[in-house]
Antibody, heavy 127, light 108 residues
Framework: EVQLVESGGDFIQAGRSLRLSCTTF????????LSWFRQAPGKGLEWVGL??????????EYAASVKGRFSISRDDSESVAYLVMDSLKSDDTGVYYC??????????????????WGKGTTVTVSS | SYELTQPPSVSVSPGQTARITCSGD??????IHWYQQKSGQAPVLVIY???KRPSGIPERFTGSNSGTMATLTISGAQVEDEGDYYC???????????FGGGTKLTVL
């Protein structure tokens, strides 16, 4: 059974850093890209970023709202992905989800969509 | 910035057909995927690549992309289909993802 389990959410002061983990089970981690998403209280889903798997370069991509503050990495030997969040703001408060991605190659560009999600971990940033 | 637009809410009676739309520029060049999120739960993929249904998703869920608008159709909606539905695609010809604002489906 495919499982993704987020951890590391916390109540934290603005300006500080936090690392979230996404531990996975039930599939070959190295065969998939992983994405991070968030959902502010009472709001919709927001794409945070993703990290490609090695055949597609293993590189990350970020939403404009977090670029320069957040970084995504992966450890294929442990089947874990990480989201490091620096300089946290109150706007970063929400539930953070990780998700497994399927890839579509269209005209030389890799597009991704998510086919399995974790249950999320809560980050609360106090100002 | 690229945006996908959904109606905030759709309401139907049990057994009726619910249609949730998603509009945005350049839809003919994009794949649209649909997610269902029930209260307090993680999202679930219900339609991918415009019109494909993952295993385990009931046949009453179908999708289409006419080029100007993508539509999620739930034929014979059930009470258990209530929740928020989000369309998802990418920003222009990049890998960056974008969600629609979400549509709250009420079946009562």
């Amino acid at each position: 059974e495919v499982q993704l389990v987020e951890s590391g959410g916390d109540f934290i002061q603005a300006g500080r850093s936090l690392r979230l983990s996404c531990t996975t089970f039930g599939f070959t981690f190295g065969d998939f890209a992983l994405s991070w998403f968030r959902q502010a209280p009472g709001k919709g889903l927001e794409w945070v970023g993703l990290i490609r798997n090695k055949p597609y370069g293993g590189t990350p991509e970020y939403a404009a709202s977090v670029k320069g503050r957040f970084s995504i990495s992966r450890d294929d030997s442990e089947s874990v992905a990480y989201l490091v969040m620096d300089s946290l703001k109150s706007d970063d408060t929400g539930v953070y989800y990780c998700a497994r991605n399927r890839v579509l190659m269209v005209r030389g560009v890799d597009y991704y969509y998510m086919d399995a999600w974790g249950k999320g971990t809560t980050v609360t940033v106090s100002s | 910035s690229y945006e996908l637009t959904q109606p905030p809410s759709v309401s139907v009676s049990p057994g009726q057909t619910a249609r949730i739309t998603c509009s945005g520029d350049a839809l003919p060049k994009k794949y649209i995927h649909w997610y269902q999120q029930k209260s307090g739960q993680a999202p679930v993929l219900v339609i991918y690549e415009d019109n494909k249904r993952p295993s385990g998703i009931p046949e009453r869920f179908t999708g289409s992309n006419s080029g100007t608008m993508a539509t999620l159709t739930i034929s014979g909606a059930q009470v258990e289909d209530e929740g928020d539905y989000y369309c998802y695609s990418t920003v222009n010809e990049t890998t960056q993802g974008v969600f629609g604002g979400g549509t709250k489906l009420t079946v009562l």
